[in-house]
C-alpha cells in the first residue's frame, strides 16, 4: 500500500469526483435517457418492439436486460486478472484511466446509433457498461487506502452524493435540450437524446481529470511485465484463500450478491417497465427518475446516520425490507402518481444501500494487506455476478411471462434471501479486528 496520507481532504474529495464524473452514465445512460430513447427507436413501425439482432428475433426490452447481462458477465470474467495486476504492478490508477476512457468513448459512439442499426447500439452500449463497471473496481479500492475506518461510512455516502448532485445538474440541461432543442439550436427527433449522450462521454472523461491528478500513484513490485498478467491470477487465488478463512465476509458477500440483484435490476430497468407497462410518456420518465436521484442524496446520508447509532448490518436490514416491499408494490402500480410514489420510496434506499454495502465491505477487508484491489475484486465480481442474475431472471420472467409486473415479483425473492443471509453477519469493532488480524 502506498504511504498516502489518511484522510487528507483534498485527496478524499478528489476521490468522490470520480462518483461526479461516472454518475452521469448510471443516470442518463443506464436510467433515464437512453432506455426510453431506445425504447423508441426500436418500436418498429407496427410499434411490437420486435428487433432483429443478428438474425435472432426477440422483443427489444428482452434483448436490452440480456446485453445488461452479458456486459457484466464479461467484467465479472476478466477483473480478477486485471485487479491482481493491478495490484502487484501498482497500477490502480492506470486501470481505473482504461475504463473511464472506454466508457466515455462508448458513450460518444451512441451518438451514431439511430434505431437501424441495432447490433451497433448494442455493442455501444455494452461496452460503456463494461467501461463504467470496470472503473469502480479499482476506484473502490482506494477507499482504504485514503481513509480511516471511522470515516468509510460517511465518506462512501459522499461520494455517491456528488455523483446524484452531478448526475441531476446534466440531467436537467439534457431535460431542457429533450423539451426545447430549439434552444440550443437543434432539430426535433432523435438528435436531442443523441447529444446528450455526447455530452456525459464529455462530462465523463472532463471531470474524471481531477481523480487522475489527485489520487496516490501505486508502488510497482519488481517484476517483468510479462509475468504481471499470471501474478494477476496468483493474487486472486492468494486473496481467495484468505476469504475462506474469514465467515464473516463470506456470508456478507453471499447477502450482498442476492440483495444487489435485485437492487441493480430494478435501477437499470426501472424505465423500460414505466414505458412498457404504464405507457409512460418520456417526460413523464424522466421526472421519475430525478424523483429518486434528489431522494438518494438524503437518504444515503440517513441510512449512514443510522449505520453509526445501529450497525450496518441494522441499516442495511431495514432497507431491504424496504426493498420488498417495493417489488411487491410494483406488481399493482397502475398509474403515473402510484409509480412517482414508488420512485420517491425507491430513492430513499438506492443510495443508502449502495454506499453502505461498499463501506460495510471495507471494515470487512484485512487492513494491513497490500491487495485491496484483488480483495475489491471479490466485491465487484460478486457486484457483476449479481447484476447478471437479477438483469438475466428480470429478462427471462418477462420473456416468459410477456409481463415484466412478474419480474418485479421474482426480484423480492433474492431480497428475501438476501435479508436471512445477512442477519448472520456481525459488523462491529471487535469483529472486524478479529478478521484481519
Partial sequence: MSSTELNNKRITNSWCMYDWANSVYSLTITTAV??????????????????????????????????????????????????????????????????????????????????????????????????????????????????????????????????????????????????????????????????????????WAGFSQIPFKRLPDGIPQTAKFEKLWSKGYQEIRKVYQNVKKMPNLKRYLAAFFFYNAGVQAVMYLATIFGSAELKMETSDLIMTVLIIQVVAIGGAYLFARISEGKGNVYSISIMIVIWIGVCFAAFFVNSNVQFYGLAFVVGLVMGGIQALSRATYSKLIPTNTEDLTSYFSFYDVTYNLSIVMGTLAYGLVDHLTGSMRNSALALGVFFVIGFVLLRGVKINNKTVLSETQ
Fill in 34 to 203: 437512453f432506455p426510453t430513447y431506445y425504447q423508441a427507436v426500436t418500436a418498429g413501425v407496427d410499434e411490437s418492439g420486435i428487433v432483429s439482432f443478428f438474425g435472432w428475433q426477440l422483443p427489444n426490452s428482452v434483448l436490452y436486460s440480456y446485453a445488461l447481462s452479458f456486459s457484466f458477465l464479461f467484467t465479472a470474467l476478466i477483473l480478477p486478472m486485471l485487479s491482481g495486476m493491478a495490484d502487484y504492478g501498482g497500477s490502480k490508477k492506470m486501470f481505473l484511466k482504461i475504463f473511464a476512457y472506454l466508457g466515455a468513448l462508448a458513450c460518444a459512439g451512441l451518438f451514431f446509433f439511430e434505431g437501424e442499426n441495432v447490433e451497433f447500439g448494442i455493442l455501444m452500449s455494452v461496452l460503456a457498461s463494461i467501461g463504467y463497471s470496470g472503473s469502480l473496481v479499482f476506484y473502490d479500492a482506494f477507499l482504504p487506502e485514503i481513509a480511516s475506518a471511522d470515516k468509510y461510512d460517511r465518506l462512501s455516502a459522499r461520494g455517491y452524493s456528488f455523483g446524484y448532485i452531478g448526475s441531476v445538474l446534466l440531467l436537467i440541461i439534457n431535460i431542457l435540450m429533450l423539451q426545447s432543442p430549439e434552444m440550443f439550436g437543434l432539430e426535433e427527433g432523435t438528435m436531442p437524446a443523441r447529444v446528450s449522450f455526447l455530452m456525459v462521454a464529455v462530462w
